[in-house]
Nanobody, 122 residues
């Protein structure tokens, strides 16, 4: 069982930056692909970004390409989402996601965090 705890959300003005972190409890974190999803009020949860277990492969939703960067530190069992040039449309609850298979992350893997709120004001 992999437990995930997100942090780093908050309120930021448009054009600003935030860095989300997701700490995993499982010592086999390094063998799991990791991802981020988000859910805005009244909308379905959507894929944001994913990274494979080595960190050598990443994938992004089109709406965050060039603005967000996903990375991981396997020594710290932590995955990050650096968010730059934030827009009000990025306002959502952001969820960390994990799965042993990288390909599963596009639709959502097996393990989820509780979410962290990101609010971007105009």
């Amino acid at each position: 069982q992999v437990q995930l705890v997100e942090s780093g959300g908050g309120l930021v003005q448009a054009g600003g930056s935030l860095r989300l972190s997701c700490a995993a409890s499982e010592r086999t974190f390094s063998s799991h692909a990791m991802g981020w999803f988000r859910q805005a009020p009244g909308k379905e949860r959507e894929f944001v970004a994913a990274i494979n277990w080595t960190g050598g492969s990443t994938y992004y939703a089109d709406f965050v390409k060039g603005r967000f960067t996903i990375s991981r530190d396997n020594a710290k069992n932590t995955v990050y989402l650096q968010m730059n040039s934030l827009k009000p449309a990025d306002t959502a609850v952001y969820y960390c996601n994990a799965d042993r298979l990288y390909s599963h992350l596009l639709r959502g893997g097996d393990y989820w965090g509780q979410g962290t709120q990101v609010t971007v004001s105009s």
